[in-house]
Every structure is written in C-alpha cells, then in structure tokens.
C-alpha cells in the first residue's frame, strides 16, 4: 500500500520544504520534490498545508489510581483523543504500589494497554518504593523498553521518596544510563502549609495552589539537581511550572549537568486566576505543581526559546468534575489533582507559533522530535525522513476552531480551555500509514497501537 502525501510544506525540526511524502506500508520511503512520483495507492492532498511527524506526549496518565479514584481516561479512549490532536504517540506512567514489585507493575499496564490504543505509547515507570527489589528490577525494566523512571518529592505516605531513596535510585540510574524524572515539589513542607490551611478553615480549591508556592518547586527542583549532580544520573524534571525551578535548570544546563526538563501546556496559558474562579469551578484546574501567577508564563515561553526547557507534554490526568473533582468539595487537599489535555497540545502550542512565541521549526521539536530524541525513539519517531515510522499530520494552519468540552473526544466532562478560539487544525493524521483521522472522523481502531520498547536518550552528554 502505497500513500503520497501531496503539495505541503514538509516541517521538521531542521526546517522545512515543499515536498511530497511517500509512505510504503507503515515506513515514510521517501521525501521528494512535488509530484515526482505519482503512482500511488492513496493521495493525500496537503497544498496549503503542514505535514509535521506526528506528536510525542511523553507525560501522559491513563487510568491512573490517583486519590481513592482513576484517571477517567482509558488506553482507548485517550490514544483516539491524542489522535484527534495529532499525538501519534503516547508515554505513559505505570505506578508502582507500595509493597509490589515493578515487574509485576509492567505487566499489569501492559494488560491495561495491549490490544486497546489507537495509536503508539511506551511506558516510563514511577518508584514508589526504593528498596534493593526495586532497584534491582531497574534492569530488567530497561531491558523490556522502561528505561526512565520517575520519582516524587511530593505526596509523602503515597508516591514520595526520601533524599536517600533518590540517591540510591539515581546511582543505578547512572550506572545503567536510564533516566529519572523527578516531580520536584517540597511535599513535606507542602503537608505543614496544607494543614494549617485546612486548620484555618481555608478550604476552597485556590488554596491547592497558594498551599504550593513557587519557592518549593524551585527549591526540590535545585536538590533533585544537586543529587543527580553527586551521582552523575542524567535528570528530567517532569511538568515544570515555576521561574523558581526554570532558573535552576538552567543554572546547571550552563555547567554540562545533563538536566533537561517539560513544561506543559497548561501552565504557559492557565493561571492561579483560574484556580479561584467562583464557588467549587476553580476544582477543573487543581493539578500539582499548581498553576501560577501570569508572570511565570514570559519565562516559560523563553525557556522554550533557549532549550532549558526541551519538551512540552500534557500531564494528561482527567478527572470528571460531576463525580471525580467533588470529592473535594470541603476540603482541597482531596480534590484529584490532574487536568485533561492530551487532545489540545499540539493546537495549544501552534498558537505560540502563531503568536511569535516560537517558530514553526520549535513547535515540531518541542513537540514532536525532542521527545523522540529524549526517550530513546530516535529515528523510529519524530521526524519526515525516509525510514521512520510513518506517523504523519497534515495540518491547516489557517482552519479556526473553538475547544470544547462538546467537542473534544477525552472521556471527561469539561475542557480546561472552554471556548479559546484556536488557529489551525489537524486534518488528517497517519499512524504507521494507516490513516486515524481523516474527513473529521476517526478511521483508527483500539489495538494498532503497539507498544515501544525505547532505547536509551539520545541526549546524554
Ligand atoms: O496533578 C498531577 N500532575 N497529576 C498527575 C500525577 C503527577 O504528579 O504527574
Ligand atoms: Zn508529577
Ligand atoms: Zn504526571
């Protein structure tokens, strides 16, 4: 089976060209001048158009146990939503239980996700509990595709680790060349300012935020730093919301530390502001680290522009409002803490293009090339080049939409981004050549995903 994809402007990180995309079965075969080969099984008419590789969220939580609840979206039904957004690809977290081995934790993602994702994912896995087991089965992990494992300085008694668990995890980390991702937020002083809140009556969904200052992501993200630095672990530091924490890593990017870090979508465009909306509404958007004040957003966009920060994922964790958020109805500190987005990334981050923020090129790499790069699926994903997968969007960088929850295909009840008028649009999108959206339908199934056994990051220095 043969498709060619016609008259669009080619963009890869590198640049970009009018070219035309032949794809042969599941592989990208060749980039060529416009319409120098034209037998093909399918024609993909993309004059007018961008033809982008398909997106890499390296941060997503389907069906994640998160506070007494789960993540309301399935493997199936977030893979069809990344889809429909151009994510042709997805990484997800499988989350070690306490007192259960991280062996035991793969298989029980893999019978989550195998035979139901529409498109690609892979797996980083989060150590809840350092111990010689564990650390042990780093290995066969790395050996079966899990070769980045994330841990917390927040949340103690349920995912946190000590200082010492994380120096023991990041020796094996450097030892075995695998990554540790690091929710760097202080949790146990986090827990003493919590509690006082709560003491003092202040229950409303604001303070999720205001209970999470700044300071103490800049603070967790400066030791996580400084333990990597005493081991040598190479570093990423996941969902980074704060200046605090940016100024950190950029610090120890200009001395050749290998320290890399995200941001998200929601924290270049949301704010506390929406955190304090009237009455219980201000729940939508609780996710840790919160949102912060709009000053913070300048620097992001920067930290995007100069590297310090390389990658931009969603965090995709929703929790319907109706019956998931109100569980923290008195009480903040209960309230689920995720957001939806795995839909609207790849438009939330053109409207930076759009707005002079980053270019073209930037978006494909932040999006799409450096986590490929980043995660050890170099030359499989990531790119327009003959010989990767052929995991292609043709997208309308003139087509308007407005997003909405009466819209958007996550299995959630409400969109963080009710009513933002976007510019541009996905048209079409090839999952290794098959197409998965096309005509404003979904044309995929659950179970062509497959999974990604990734290699080592291609960015160690
Ligand atoms: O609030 C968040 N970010 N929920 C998902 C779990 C995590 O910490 O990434
Ligand atoms: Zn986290
Ligand atoms: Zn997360």
């Known amino acids: 089976m043969r498709t060619i994809i016609t008259g669009g402007t080619v963009v890869n990180a590198t640049g970009r060209a009018h070219a035309d995309v032949v794809v042969d079965g599941e592989v990208i075969t060749a980039v060529t001048a416009p319409g120098l080969i034209t037998e093909a099984d399918r024609r993909i008419d993309a004059t007018g158009k961008y033809v982008i590789p398909g997106g890499i969220d390296a941060h997503t939580h389907m069906e994640m146990p998160f506070g007494g609840t789960f993540s309301h979206d399935t493997f199936a039904t977030g893979t069809e939503a990344a889809a429909w957004g151009g994510t042709t690809t997805i990484i997800d977290f499988a989350v070690q239980a306490r007192g259960t081995s991280l062996l035991s934790t793969l298989d029980k993602w893999h019978a989550k996700a195998d035979g139901n994702c529409a498109v690609d994912y892979g797996f980083h896995m989060i150590i809840s509990e350092v111990d010689d087991g564990s650390l042990k089965e780093m290995r066969p992990c790395i050996d079966a595709g899990v070769n980045s494992f994330k841990m917390f300085m927040a949340y103690p008694g349920v995912f946190y680790s000590t200082d010492g668990d994380i120096l023991r995890a990041m020796r094996r980390a450097t030892e075995t060349g695998s990554m540790i991702m690091m929710h760097a937020e202080n949790g146990i002083a986090i827990d003493q300012l919590v509690a006082q809140a709560l003491a003092e009556g202040r229950t409303a969904p604001v303070e999720h935020g205001l209970t999470r200052p700044p300071e103490l992501e800049g603070e967790a993200t400066s030791r996580a730093i ?172 003139a087509a308007t939409q407005t997003i909405s929850a009466l819209t958007h295909h996550m299995n959630v009840d409400y969109s963080a981004y009710e009513g933002m008028e976007i510019t541009g649009r996905v048209e079409v999108v090839l999952s290794r050549g098959s197409v998965v959206i096309a005509d404003g339908a979904f044309h995929g199934k659950p179970g062509h995903g497959r999974f990604l056994k990734r290699d080592l990051s291609q960015y160690l220095l």
């Open 226 to 397: 400084a333990l990597a630095g005493v081991t040598g672990a190479p570093l990423y530091i996941v969902h980074l919301s704060a200046r605090h924490a940016l100024e950190a890593v950029a610090a120890a990017r200009n001395t050749g530390q290998n320290v890399f870090a995200e941001t998200c979508p929601q924290y270049l465009y949301l704010s506390i502001e929406d955190m304090a909306k009237p009455g219980f509404e201000g729940a939508k958007y609780v996710a840790s680290p919160p949102l912060r004040t709009r000053d913070h957003q300048a620097d992001l966009w920067r930290g995007l522009r100069t590297n310090d920060l390389s990658v931009v994922s969603t965090d995709h964790c929703p929790f319907c409002f109706a019956d998931q958020k109100v569980l923290g109805k008195d009480d903040f500190s209960k309230i689920p803490n995720g957001m939806p987005g795995v839909e609207h990334r790849m438009d939330l981050l053109h409207q930076g293009v759009v707005a002079g923020e980053i270019t073209l090129e930037r978006w494909v790499e932040i999006s799409s090339t450096t986590p490929a790069r980043m995660f050890g699926l170099a030359g499989r994903k990531g790119t327009i080049a003959p010989g990767a997968d052929a995991d292609v969007v043709v997208y309308d960088p």
